[in-house]
Nanobody, 127 residues
Framework: QVQLVESGGGSVQAGGSLRLSCVTS?????????MGWFRQAPGKEREGVAATNIRSGSTYYAASVKGRFTISQDNAKNTLYLQMNSLKPEDTAVYYCAARAGLCYGSWSQPLDFNYWGQGTQVTVSS
């Protein structure tokens, strides 16, 4: 059973940085898997932030975070990261780690395509 546990959220001023971590377990060592970071702000729909094909390392980013956020992985630690720089108040949200079997395609940002989710971690950016 795939399990995902996020950490690293917190409060930061605009322009600051945070790094989120997602420790994974149960992901098979064979086959393709897509892992992503999503966020959900109060009153808004959950949206894709970044994703990666864990075998190839190819990455995908939402336009709103491209150039500021970096998704990466440490296979030895079974951990997915999201480095967030130049944070803005509009980045405030609960951030979730997610996973699904198969490659990340054009639909990588669709929450309904992912069937494994972490519990979420709050990120608050003040102006």
């Amino acid at each position: 059973q795939v399990q995902l546990v996020e950490s690293g959220g917190g409060s930061v001023q605009a322009g600051g940085s945070l790094r989120l971590s997602c420790v994974t377990s149960g992901i098979p060592t064979y086959g393709s898997y897509c892992m992503g970071w999503f966020r959900q702000a109060p009153g808004k729909e959950r949206e894709g932030v970044a994703a990666t094909n864990i075998r190839s390392g190819s990455t995908y980013y939402a336009a709103s975070v491209k150039g500021r956020f970096t998704i990466s992985q440490d296979n030895a630690k079974n951990t997915l990261y999201l480095q967030m720089n130049s944070l803005k108040p509009e980045d405030t949200a609960v951030y979730y780690c997610a996973a699904r079997a198969g490659l990340c395609y054009g639909s990588w940002s669709q929450p309904l395509d992912f069937n494994y989710w972490g519990q979420g971690t709050q990120v608050t950016v003040s102006s």
